[in-house]
């Protein structure tokens, strides 16, 4: 059996896995750990995203990313800016990656990453457009209601739909 190598390719997909990608890492790499990985609060990643920031693993050279639509036309790209263009799934919608359309790298979405535990942001950016409530969301518990929902099932407790449908098993 062949060694894993030390600095293996990593791999990503989108939520339908429409658009699945690699980039070639395993040799001559170019990602050796720890990573620089950057969170963006900036108003533009918000909105694309729909969440409260985004996480980049910021400057890959395009040469070394190769996307794969399993539905064809499925990875698409919005310019939005005259500077920049984000990459997402048509078919699901899910942000895969940001670049300025002058460089020859991409930003890719952490998390679009098999493994998001993997890339441990480093440093923020526009950090003064960063919302007032996001410390709070990290320190006060309330991301503990589906721990408290799940020991006790109140059906009370929060929006139904959010807790019982279309989330992963993994998130536990
Ligand atoms: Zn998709
Ligand atoms: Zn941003």
Redesign the pocket.
Known sequence: MADRPIHPDLHGHCLCKSVEYTVTNHEEPFFIAPFDVVA???D???RSAGAPF?VFLPNVPVARVQFREKVPGAYKTYSSSEEAERGFCGECGTTLS?RVKRLTSVSLTVCSMENPNDFVPRDE??GIQRLRWIERLFSSGILNVWERWRHTPDRKLMNQQHVIADHSSSRT
């Open positions: 963006c609060h900036c533009n990643c918000r985004q940001f950016i526009f």
